[in-house]
């Protein structure tokens, strides 16, 4: 089975990051494929660079690095809620006159047309988070 997870929850805020990050290596491991994972509203901050947990506390953001490493997996920050929420890459950064960037590596900017492209490849989108 494929799935697409959309997570719209912050790593730091909320358990529905760390719940979709544990739920796409349990589908992984169970042998099913992950076509891509979309994050949007508060959920771009799972891909900020500069996102830096308590020691004792799961790194979400480096979570979904190795898994997209590790597994090839399309990791989609909507651009628009990004860009609300002060997230950008090296692009939009200069696109929008700022000193620098902080999306982390792995990750992507993109509009809400691949959301939609993963639906129409995936037999399941869960979405976690509100």
């Known amino acids: 089975m494929i799935f697409s997870i959309v997570v719209q929850g912050a790593p730091h805020s909320r358990q529905s990051a760390q719940s979709a990050l544990r739920f796409t290596r ?6 099913h494929q992950i076509y891509r994972v979309f994050f949007s509203g508060d959920g771009v901050h799972n891909g900020s660079l500069i996102a830096t947990p308590q ?3 799961c790194h979400v953001v480096r979570g979904w690095q190795a898994l997209a490493r590790d597994h090839q997996i399309d990791l989609v920050i909507c651009i ?3 860009l609300r929420r002060g997230v950008m890459d090296e692009t939009e950064s200069a696109r929008h006159d ?3 960037s902080n999306l982390a590596e792995g990750f992507t900017l993109s ?7 993963a639906a129409l490849h995936s037999d399941r989108v869960i979405t976690f988070g509100s």
């Open 111 to 117: 509009g809400l047309g691949q959301l939609t492209d």
């Open 98 to 100: 700022k000193s620098n």
């Open 26 to 31: 349990a589908v992984l491991a169970q042998g």
């Open 80 to 82: 628009a809620a990004a």
């Open 55 to 57: 020691q004792d506390e």
